[in-house]
């Protein structure tokens, strides 16, 4: 068959990385790709094109894209580039805010494929750059890596994850510290400036084989770095105050690497009935009984749940599996069916339950001091509600950019949340999502709930009772091509709609123009008169537009919640409908 020039190059480009490749096994499969796609195998060609379809770029706090060989996909390669661009960013920025000091580094990583590798191979590049390296002692909760950031006092940090995306894919995630970054973002991922500085360095790297490794010389961290996380994360849910511990819970790792930590955890904070999924206890890279591991999909809390009604448990709990979020399902007392709870009816829960632990005497700081309130903050996708939790209690409160390495740079933050399962409720310990130290104010304000008689949903429903009813929902729309994402934000752009609900949109914002409160994103955000919220965006992680729709109802007793439900939902299909519409679907 005839070879185009693009083919050629194409064919070229991907031997000479082949030959570079210091994995066999990617090597081998890279010639066995060239070696199909030049006999004519269309899925071959297509597979190498996506593979060298230019270099994987810092998206958010750092990469992730399938395993697999060339510069646009997961392999060692690209995990020592982006290494040396991490290490040299390290170096400038420790040498321009304290000369003379040699810069410190964690590098952690979870159970999947090559996480190990891709760790260890950090941690040789970051040593023989001069970086004084420390390497977590097993695969370990993302948590726990941001925590060894700012405990050991390190001026960055790399997590190998890629937390709750599919079988085939890792990342790399990175957090700066001490001289590394503002105080505000020491032990938080990266975002604007350092991502553009950080590339750039990546960019400035020569060829692989040009990037010294040194054979030892890191430090293995014991295991006590995992055992101050538990004392410290344990103790949160300590408090004379809040005596309650007679919860039967259940408890889901999905396959990853939390499931050890979060029971050791969840016991030493004195819930000591915690019943581990089984099937899904150990870590298994390959997820073998989900279809996504992701706590928010479906069907992925059914063992779970098929658990707790055998155990007549109280509540589910559910971390995805690098352990940085956390789902909770109970019995929903209307249905008695269970229920998952969204993302934003917990943001809400927890946001009330720091609201009543500070109020019940002050929480302390490690020397005995009374802590400062902070401000509590959620992502401008995020539901309304613990802004009005907020302001009733007297807290400051703000909105951020989509992201925890925004929420988590909030000045002052006492406790942030975004709608997709990510909460962190001990800033001072992880400046992060924390699945792990969220389940355990989880269980502590579930446990709280059941010695008054209640349930969380009986507490849920003395919120919008106080604040109003609160309904949210989402819709995805996934894409092959990346260009639509873009085709339609403009379709938007152009042709905006003018209601949703049958409510007359009175509030347009073009996120991307940006503002004194947020920075520009690609985003477009439409309140109407009877404050619907619709906000679509596209996804910063994976190839989908994402719409994020809120309705409020007053309610004035608990007798009109049932009528308020009903209303709250048809408005949200109308919403929804209108959404489709509008995006020519």
């Known amino acids: ?80 580039r982006a290494a040396a661009g991490v290490a040299a960013f390290l170096l400038e920025a420790v040498g321009e805010t304290a000369p003379g000091t040699r810069p410190r580094a964690v590098v952690g990583y979870d159970a999947r494929h090559n996480s190990d590798i891709f ?55 990175v957090y700066l510290g001490r001289h590394a970054v503002e105080e505000s973002g020491r032990g938080a991922q990266i975002v604007a400036p350092y991502d553009a500085r950080i590339a750039a360095k990546i960019d400035a790297v020569g060829p692989v084989d040009s990037i010294s490794l040194a ?12 055992e101050d996380y538990k004392r410290a994360t344990s103790a949160l849910a300590i408090r004379a105050d809040f005596p309650a511990r007679d919860l039967r819970i259940v408890l889901t790792p999905l396959h990853g690497v939390g499931g050890e930590t979060a029971v050791a955890v969840l016991n030493a904070a004195g819930f000591a009935d915690v019943t ?27 063992l779970a749940v098929e658990t707790a009604s055998r155990v007549v448990a109280d509540i589910v709990l559910a971390n995805d599996p690098d352990a940085d979020r956390a789902a909770v399902a109970a019995k929903d007392p209307d249905t008695g069916a269970w229920r998952m709870l969204r993302g934003d ?65 909030v000045p002052g933050l006492r406790y942030g949340y975004e709608e997709a399962l990510g909460y962190c409720v001990a800033p001072e310990l992880v400046r992060d999502k924390d699945g792990i130290s969220a389940a355990v104010l989880i269980a502590e304000l579930a446990a709280t709930a059941k010695a008054e008689g209640k349930t969380i949903f009986d507490t849920l429903d003395e919120l919008y009772l106080q604040h109003g009813l609160h309904a949210s929902d989402q819709l995805s729309i996934r894409v092959a091509n990346l260009g639509l994402l873009s085709a339609m934000m403009n379709r938007l752009r152009v042709s905006p709609p003018d ?24 985003g477009l955000l439409y309140l109407t008169r009877d404050l619907t919220r619709v906000i679509i965006r596209p996804s910063g992680t994976e ?13 004035e007793s608990a007798a009109e919640l049932p009528t308020a439900r009903q209303a709250a939902r048809a408005a949200l299909d109308e919403a929804l409908d209108d959404v489709r519409e509008a995006l020519g679907l």
């Not at 405990?151 to 890792?170: E, I």
């Not at 581990?276 to 059914?302: C, H, I, M, W, Y």
């Not at 309130?373 to 951020?400: C, D, K, M, P, Q």
């Open 1 to 80: 068959m005839t070879t185009s020039h693009a083919d050629s190059r194409l064919f070229s480009q991907a031997r000479e990385w082949a030959a570079q490749d210091p994995d066999s096994a990617t090597s081998a499969a890279l010639t066995e790709l060239v070696r199909l796609s030049e006999d004519g195998a269309p899925a071959a060609r297509q597979e190498l094109a996506d593979s060298f379809n230019g270099t994987l770029q810092f998206g958010t706090a750092g990469l992730r894209a399938p395993l697999g060989p060339g510069p646009n996909r997961m392999n060692r390669v690209v995990v020592r």
């Open 119 to 173: 760790a260890e191979e950090t941690a040789a590049v970051f040593t023989a750059a001069g970086i004084e390296t420390f390497l977590m002692p097993a695969a370990l909760p993302t948590p726990l890596l941001a925590f060894t950031v700012r405990a050991l006092d390190c001026d960055g940090g790399v997590m190998v994850t890629a937390s709750h995306n599919p079988p085939q894919d890792n990342g790399y995630k």
């Open 215 to 226: 054979a030892g010389g890191w430090s293995v961290l014991d295991r006590s770095a995992a």
């Open 276 to 302: 581990l999924v089984a099937e899904q206890a150990e870590p298994d890279p390959d997820f073998p009984t989900v279809s996504f591991p992701n706590p928010e999909e479906p069907g992925a809390l059914d």
């Open 345 to 409: 009816e917990v943001g809400a829960l927890l946001g009330a339950h720091i609201v009543a632990r500070l109020a019940a005497g002050g929480e302390k700081e490690g020397d005995g001091r009374e802590k400062t309130h902070g401000v509590f903050a959620n992502s401008i996708v995020s539901s309304r509600l613990l802004s009005r939790v907020a302001a009733a209690a007297g807290y400051s409160h703000e909105e951020t950019l989509t992201g925890f390495k925004w929420i988590s740079r």
């Open 499 to 522: 209601s949703f609900g049958s409510s007359a949109v009175e509030t347009f914002v073009d996120l991307s123009e940006g503002s004194e409160k947020l920075p520009s994103t690609d």
């Open 543 to 555: 190839p989908k537009l994402k719409c994020y729709l809120e309705v409020i109802r007053p309610v």
